[in-house]
């Protein structure tokens, strides 16, 4: 039966065993491959390069804001994995004249890891899923910070310069980091400019490697007009992928907060 089903109000018809997968969302793509899926995943993304092989074996089904409809249609995918943000609600409204479409909708740790518990569910893997989460929980615990909090933003974005708000998943790790966002009160992903940063007493920049490709030449380019902001490259896969790669993430931020001691 087409539907949509959203994260927030997950409703799984009875019996439901979908049997041909497309995921239109990275992180969620890696996910699968880590909870053991292979021959199910039918269709990926061009930004879906993890895991390698799949990227270069499996059907791709477009961007994740320019998907192929008609491409998905031939795929004849009993369930389509999206995401608020990543997708556009009118191609995922077409997907769902068609087949089954499960929406994710990501703004904390807490969202991924429920979300991680419902993908579970939806492609019967529920234990896995259920005992990845549990790995996460259990590494994201060990995290030990000192009680020293630094002002920080995070760039997502260059020409314009565009930051992560409060509203964003970057942002709740960001604060699990023990950096608190100075653009806490912005929503989504505000522009911004170097004298906002500058007024904003900003003691630490992050740049991240995705969307933007931030590189060394960048961090010259910022340093001169933020002498006393320290600024560094990031992993945005760790910051902004919320599936399997949570896994890495709590050792990725134990080596960051290293660095900056």
């Not at 793509?29 to 021959?39: I, P, Q």
């Not at 009118?90 to 909708?105: I, R």
């Not at 030449?217 to 490259?233: A, N, R, V, W, Y």
């Not at 790669?245 to 134990?254: M, S």
Request: aromatic share 10%; net charge negative.
């Amino acid at each position: 039966m087409a539907q949509i089903i959203y994260q927030q109000h997950l409703m799984i018809p009875a019996g439901f065993r979908p049997g041909r997968i497309v995921s239109l969302v990275p992180s969620i793509t890696e996910l699968l491959y880590d909870l053991g899926l292979d021959e199910e995943v039918a269709g990926i993304t061009k930004f879906c390069v993890h895991p390698e092989s799949w990227f270069h074996s499996k059907p791709r089904v477009g961007g994740t804001k320019t998907v192929d409809i008609e491409k998905i249609r031939s795929l004849q995918p009993d369930l389509v994995l999206a995401n608020k943000e990543e997708n556009v609600q009118a191609q995922v409204e077409a997907l769902a004249t068609f087949c089954t479409v499960y929406v994710t909708d990501i703004a904390t740790l807490d969202d991924a890891l429920e979300m991680i518990r419902q993908v579970g569910v939806l492609i019967n893997r529920e234990t896995k899923a259920a005992a990845m989460v549990g790995r996460i929980l259990h590494r994201f615990g060990g995290l030990q910070f000192s009680d020293t909090r630094l002002s920080a933003a995070y760039l997502i974005w260059r020409n314009p310069y565009m930051a992560a708000g409060g509203d964003t998943y970057i942002s709740d790790l960001m604060e699990l980091c023990g950096f608190d966002n100075v653009f806490i009160d912005e929503l989504r992903y505000p522009e911004i400019t170097i004298e906002r940063l500058q007024l904003e007493n900003c003691k630490l920049l992050l740049l991240s490697s995705e969307p933007y490709p931030f590189k060394q030449q960048h961090i010259d380019e910022l340093q001169q007009f933020l002498p006393e902001t320290k600024i560094m490259l990031v992993d945005g896969e760790i910051f902004s992928w919320y599936g399997s790669r949570l896994l890495q993430a709590p050792d990725y931020f134990r080596q960051l907060k290293e660095k900056l001691a």
